[in-house]
């Protein structure tokens, strides 16, 4: 996944936007990459703010789309629904899917992996959503 994502993606539940991102795990790719700025058109991922609120002088378009989120949490800022970002893919399945046993296990595999690398605000969440 790459921060770029955050410009398009919002909650599946109550379609807010921009979700929160908390990073657990990335790498950065050697590949350089020339990108016209600004590479995002509405919200700016890595500097966490709308487009229109920062100089094009300020935008990182080259050093973000390097940067490959390999473990992370998207967060809704509105509903406090957290998703998982497994292997780079954002798993954001809708309340119904999340039940299935499959997307249960894949959940408490990478909370078992990355819960004591995240942040007490994260876990917090995290917990809160999960009784």
């Given amino acids: 996944m790459r921060y770029a994502l ?3 993606l919002a909650c599946p539940m109550c379609r807010s936007f921009p979700l929160k991102l908390y990073i657990l795990e990335k790498r950065t790719l050697e590949k350089d990459f020339k990108v016209q700025k600004p590479f995002c058109d509405i919200y700016c991922g890595l500097k966490e703010k709308p487009i229109k609120e920062l ?3 300020d935008l ?3 050093t973000c789309v390097k940067t490959d989120i390999v473990a992370a949490v998207l967060v809704c800022p509105k509903c406090s629904r957290w998703y998982p970002v ?3 893919i954002p798993l954001m399945y809708p309340d119904d899917r999340r039940t299935h046993p499959r ?3 894949r959940e408490k595999e ?6 004591e690398l995240m ?3 994260l ?7 999960r009784k």
């Fill in 119 to 121: 942040p007490e605000e």
């Fill in 123 to 129: 876990r917090h969440i995290i917990n809160k959503g």
């Fill in 55 to 57: 100089k094009e002088t």
């Fill in 60 to 62: 990182p378009c080259d």
């Fill in 86 to 88: 497994i292997n780079g």
């Fill in 6 to 8: 955050l410009n398009l």
């Fill in 110 to 115: 990478f909370l078992r992996k990355y819960y």
């Fill in 103 to 105: 997307v249960q296990e």
